[in-house]
């Protein structure tokens, strides 16, 4: 049974093809390893689906024709195809995805009962591929979050410290890769949710480039911003679910897909390659440990024959402030739909409508999605729209620019992807702007639209450890133009190669039996 | 003595568009089918949805656009403007703001200031006395209209009466209906007409403060509307008060105009560019295809028919508010070439050949030879036109009757002054009526009408009302 559990994605696909492993094994292994969640990184797994009623919308119909028809899962669940690049895998997916039936909360209570009459596009790609939905794992509330302890259904744990926080907003996609609840995980990222929690949970995280894949399907947080991207334990199966779900969608209308499609990468080498570092790292805040690990992958990279050159990005110090008011902003209009009126949460109304919306809203958002609202709210106000907004967009395009100026001259950007390693739960869950600067690093990407991997690099003691604490994981963040996610996946999987992480870190990777066990 | 105050007002239309499907998704548009069946996630705006821009839609607003003479913007964007409401499932409506697909135009003498693309709102009913949001018993929702393709025209505060706004919109009206774009029928809403009025000293070139009027769903509504509101300002203004800046709705039953301001009315709208779309950027082919289908338009057939038909404006207007009958009239014109006036035959399509139609029920309009025959017919004095009439009747039953056979079989053909015959008929109707004759002698013109109409009774109307004039006068030696 371990031996399964073993096996990246690509490895098991392979060989459920082959007919090496039964796919029903291998299934039935990974719900029983989902079920056993002690992380709180599911909100519903598929070993649930007795408990639904199989009229979900109340109306005493059944789901539209064409979806969930006889699967494994129950009657109201996408159906996987037979066969595909991913026939028989499950993947864990953030509860931010409409799933047809499965209920679907984004990690709030305001959408507590939901059942989506749709799917997410991105899932409907990954079972037209043969994949099963795994369950549906934990978030901070609408993505909102550095540390996944703003969901609305419980904080999730870090795998490898229990009392430390995964990251978020993804958390709990993460720590089911990391804490071997799932081989691969969906997540989004709109300011590093993806990149950030994978990051401190050691396993790969990709943000593709804006519009590669569909969002049509993913509840919108910050809708310029949002994209979704895989949570996997190596870059090979990185880039295998990057291939499955991108592409033009008819139903989003920002989506463009990446030409060529994705292969699957094969360099070993990063020979004539140009890694630029940021001038403005040296001046940046992070812990002393992360540095190292920074470091010593640099001198790695030039190890395997790339150019280590120093570019600039002037403007990415103003890239939070920037963040913190576009996706505000397009939050407070995102988040205004729900109102009680058509589904989810509806509390009052024997008053009248207004009663219920205020009841409704002030019952079923948390107090950093309210905080979020407000500070959008304010940013659009007639009178303010160009101090604040107008402005943020002025600076988005100037990072932007800085980006362009330095892909002029190298292939890749490089950072560390987050200032420190998994902090403690509940350290920063009063200071707002403390956890807004976990996104430092992987902001100045998601403003300017380009693709990004975090990948495990080396372990770190924590600087709130006490002596002897175990050393946690840090990531490592490579950034690329526009739709150049092909290259940056062959860079990342020659260094992921020489980096060692998984043999080095053997004996302390959860999903190895390590912390975990 | 109280200033003269002028009237200013400018009109807010939108017109639904006639597209199979909505703006944003691909529920069917529909009117008057049971509540809430033509709805989907994305008209619902359940979470996770986004629009997609409705083609279709696009190219009618160029159509539009092109047939108001507005410039077309080379990209325009969408806005989201947000506002919390039952009627909005997205609690915001995706519109245009700052750079609309439709710029500066112009229709008859009134300026366009704008026109976008937008989306219709659900139909909301508060149940309960108050009939509004705050203290109904119930609010029910329809989201069948919600999503329903919109075109916003706003005109510049040109008009500068009444019955000017309600005339225009009328041209406006049979603009678009000619453009195919839309059924803009005012009773079911598929055009809506707002007006913004207010009033200022005659002569100044400031504007006065504005109220806007709503549901008005119908030309004389808009008029009276207008008019009401007009007269309350003007009275107001008079009694030293001031206009505030309000919404008013009218009232078909009364004809009142009553306020819908209150706190749930006081927005800000909040707009920002709409991220989940793209800017439209209309290709060359578009714009092309649009320019090309583009009939010829009320205004520019009007101008044509007076420079070109020498028609006076009302009857141009008339003929081209109507393309069929304009085509039909431009058709007999072609067929009757020098045998008449192009006025001669605009009074035939719109005045006898409309009367005769209007009798008739069903008839349908005769072939084009047949009416320019009996045009020429007509004009040639071959036959008179109380004759004419006649014959007419019969072309309205029979549209491919022969206009010379009808002629000699119904014994039609106009008495001419060579044979005598007429001549006699004159002098026994003189001859007849000495009374009349006599005040005809001695001066008194309009006793003449006696022996006319004594003659054309005797001559079924086959003789020509001049030449019978002509003759008594002779035969009376005057």
């Not at chain 1, 305001?110 to 794992?137: D, M, S």
């Not at chain 2, 809403?189 to 806007?212: F, M, W």
């Not at chain 2, 919404?247 to 301001?261: E, I, N, V, Y």
């Not at chain 2, 009239?329 to 020098?338: H, R, W």
Request: glycine share 10%; charged share 25%; with cysteine.
């Amino acid at each position: 049974m371990a031996d399964l559990l073993d096996l990246t994605v690509a490895e098991a696909a392979a060989k459920i093809a082959a007919g090496e492993i039964s796919a029903d094994e291998y299934g039935s292994a990974w719900r029983a390893a989902a079920a056993a969640d002690e992380l709180n990184a599911y909100l519903w797994t598929a070993e649930h689906v007795d408990a639904l009623e199989p009229d979900w919308n109340g109306a005493g119909e059944s789901a539209p024709a064409g979806e969930g028809e006889a699967t494994p899962y129950g009657s109201n669940t996408p159906a996987p195809a037979d066969s595909g690049p991913l026939a028989g895998v499950p993947i864990a997916i953030k509860d931010i995805f409409t799933t047809q039936g499965i209920p679907t909360t984004a990690g709030s209570r305001i959408l507590e009962g939901y059942r989506p009459p749709y799917t997410a596009t991105a899932v409907r790609k990954l079972t037209a591929a043969g994949a099963h939905v795994l369950g549906k794992t934990n978030m901070d509330e609408f993505a909102m979050g550095s540390s996944n302890e703003n969901s609305g259904y419980g904080p999730v744990l870090n795998p490898w410290d229990r009392g430390r926080v995964p990251g978020g907003s993804s958390g709990g996609s993460a720590a089911a890769v990391a804490g071997g609840l799932a081989p691969a995980a969906l997540g989004t990222d709109t300011g590093g949710s993806i990149r950030q929690p994978a990051s401190l949970c050691g396993i790969v995280g990709l943000k593709p480039t804006y519009g590669a894949i569909s969002r049509f399907g993913m509840i919108a947080f910050a809708s310029s911003l949002d994209q979704c991207g895989p949570f996997t334990r190596d870059v090979t199966d990185a880039a295998l679910l990057l291939s499955v779900m991108q592409g033009v969608d008819p139903l989003d209308s920002t989506s463009v897909g990446i030409e060529g499609g994705i292969e699957l990468p094969s360099r070993e080498d990063l020979a004539g390659l140009r890694f630029g570092v940021p001038r403005e790292l040296g001046e940046a805040t992070l812990d002393a440990g992360v540095r190292a690990v920074f470091e010593a992958t640099v001198s790695r990279i030039e190890e395997l024959g790339g150019q280590i050159v120093e570019i600039t990005l002037p403007h990415a110090e103003h890239g939070i402030s920037a963040y913190y008011v576009l996706a505000p902003a397009e939050a407070s209009s995102n988040l205004a739909r729900f109102d009680g009126v058509r589904y989810g949460l509806r509390e009052g109304g024997d008053e009248d409508l207004i009663e219920m919306y205020e009841r409704t809203r002030s019952e079923g958002f948390g107090p950093e999605v309210k905080r979020r609202i407000m500070l959008g709210t304010y940013a659009l106000s007639s009178g303010y729209y160009d101090a604040y907004y107008g402005q943020a967009q002025k600076v988005r395009t100037r990072i932007a620019q800085d980006f362009d100026t330095a892909f002029a001259d190298v292939d890749f950007v490089i950072t560390p992807t987050s200032p420190s390693v998994a902090f403690e739960l509940g350290a920063k869950t009063d200071d707002p702007l403390a956890m807004y600067m976990n996104d430092f690093f992987t902001v100045p990407m998601s403003l300017a639209g380009i693709p990004a991997i975090a990948l495990p690099a080396g372990l770190a003691a924590p600087e709130d450890g006490g002596d002897g604490a175990p050393r946690l994981p840090v990531g490592f963040q490579i950034a690329a133009p526009a739709f150049a996610e092909q290259k940056l996946l062959e860079a990342a999987h020659a260094l992921e190669g020489a980096l060692g992480f998984e043999a080095a870190a053997s004996d302390a990777i959860p999903w190895k039996g390590g912390a975990h066990a | 003595m109280p200033e003269e105050l002028e009237a200013v007002i400018g009109l807010e239309i939108h017109v639904q568009l006639s597209t199979r499907t909505k703006m944003f998704c691909g529920c069917e548009l529909s009117f008057g089918d049971e509540p809430n069946v033509h709805t989907c996630p994305i008209c619902l705006a359940h979470p996770g949805v986004l629009p997609v821009p409705n083609e279709e839609a696009i190219r009618y607003a160029l159509k539009i656009g092109m047939a108001l003479g507005c410039e077309i913007a080379p990209r325009s964007i969408f806005h989201r403007k947000n506002y919390f409401y039952p009627d909005s499932p997205k609690a915001y409506q995706i519109s245009q703001y700052d750079i609309p697909i439709c710029g500066e135009g112009k229709l008859g003498d009134i300026r366009i200031t704008r026109a976008h693309l937008e989306e219709d709102a659900a139909k909301t009913i508060h149940v309960g006395e108050s009939g509004r949001i705050h203290g109904s018993a119930a609010s029910l929702v329809d989201f069948n209209r919600g999503g329903t393709p919109l075109v916003e025209i706003v005109t510049e505060p040109d008009l500068r009466d009444a019955a000017e706004a309600a005339e225009w919109a009328r041209l406006l009206r049979e603009t678009v209906r000619q453009l195919g774009v839309s059924d803009v029928n005012m009773e079911e809403g598929s055009l809506r007409v707002d007006a913004n009025v207010s009033v200022r000293p005659a002569g100044s070139t400031e504007l006065g403060v504005k109220t806007e009027l709503k549901n008005m769903n119908s030309f004389r509504f808009l008029q009276r509307g207008i008019e009401a509101e007009l007269e309350r300002q003007r009275e107001l203004i008079g009694a030293g008060g001031t206009v505030e800046q309000e919404t008013l709705h009218f009232d078909p039953a009364s004809g009142d105009l009553t306020s819908l301001r209150s706190k749930e009315e006081a927005h800000d709208y909040r707009y920002f560019p709409e991220p989940d779309l793209v800017a439209i950027a209309p290709t060359e082919a578009m714009l092309q295809e649009a320019r090309e289908s583009l009939p010829e338009l009320p205004a520019a057939r009007t101008a044509r028919y007076e420079a070109e038909l020498g028609l006076d404006e009302a009857q141009a207007r008339l003929l081209a508010g109507d393309p069929d009958q304009a085509t039909y009239f431009e058709a007999v014109v072609a067929a009757v070439g020098k045998g008449a006036e192009p006025r001669v035959v605009a009074n035939w399509v719109t005045g006898d050949l409309t009367a005769a139609l209007r009798a008739s029920d069903d008839a349908e309009r005769p072939a084009v030879k047949p009416l320019a025959d009996l045009i020429a017919a007509v004009a040639s004095k071959q036959v008179s036109h109380a004759g004419g009439k006649q014959v007419l009747a019969i072309l309205v039953a029979d549209g491919d009757a022969d206009v010379a056979e009808v002629i000699e079989r119904e014994g039609l053909a106009q008495m001419g002054g060579d044979d005598g015959e007429l001549a006699g008929i004159v002098a026994a109707a003189i001859d007849a009526d000495p009374a009349a004759a006599e005040q005809i002698r001695s001066g008194n013109g309009k006793a003449i009408g006696a022996i006319v109409g004594a003659v054309m009774r005797e001559t079924k109307g086959r003789a020509d009302g001049g030449e019978v004039n002509r003759l008594i006068r002779e035969q009376l030696g005057l």
